[in-house]
């Protein structure tokens, strides 16, 4: 089975906009038992983290240092800072590792892509750009693509753009 993370938020960020998109992403949620949860397990601050998953963050982000784990009902995530970026590793409640995110610049996703979004949405300022990287069992979701957060006034929109330039509509978060 695959558990699934879902409903987290990113340091900084607005935890509508990564409820929404994360939950989306991860809309398929399997759960059994225990979860996981109950053996194995080794305090880490405040937080039950399983020793799985502290083994894969190690293998997996050999160079950090200072992680700060949270367990949701469906997920065990790190956040942590590499190379001056914010990231969060995700794990299932069984330490398996499911991918990771990072605050990125506009710049970073593809020059297609940024033309079509400056010319469809001239009068929303992008607000954030989040990379998503999946590495779960899942094949309905796409290993990477980006959000961009759009703001004009009231209102603010994300798009998804995939590495190939596809700029999709993909949530109104007001």
Do not use: R
Request: with cysteine; glycine share 6%.
């Amino acid at each position: 089975m695959t558990y699934i993370c879902y409903g987290f938020k990113i340091y900084h960020m607005k935890k509508s906009f990564i409820t929404i998109v994360i939950a989306a992403i991860f809309s398929v949620t399997a759960f059994a038992g225990d979860g996981g949860k109950k053996n194995n397990t080794i305090i880490n601050g405040d937080v039950n983290v399983t020793y799985v998953a502290l083994n894969n963050f190690k293998a997996n982000f050999k160079d950090v240092k200072n992680a700060t784990w949270k367990i949701t009902a469906n997920c065990q995530k790190a956040s942590f800072n590499q190379d001056g970026v914010l990231t969060t590793a995700f794990y299932d409640l069984k330490g398996e590792y499911l991918g990771f995110t990072q605050n990125i610049g506009y710049t970073t996703i593809p020059f297609s892509a940024q033309e079509e979004i400056n010319t469809k949405y001239t009068d929303y300022p992008v607000k954030e750009v989040i990379k998503f990287e999946y590495n779960g069992e899942n094949t309905t979701i796409e290993p990477l693509v980006y959000f961009v957060d759009m703001k004009k006034g009231d209102s603010e929109v994300v798009l998804k753009v995939t590495p190939d330039a596809k700029v999709t509509f993909y949530k109104k978060v007001k």
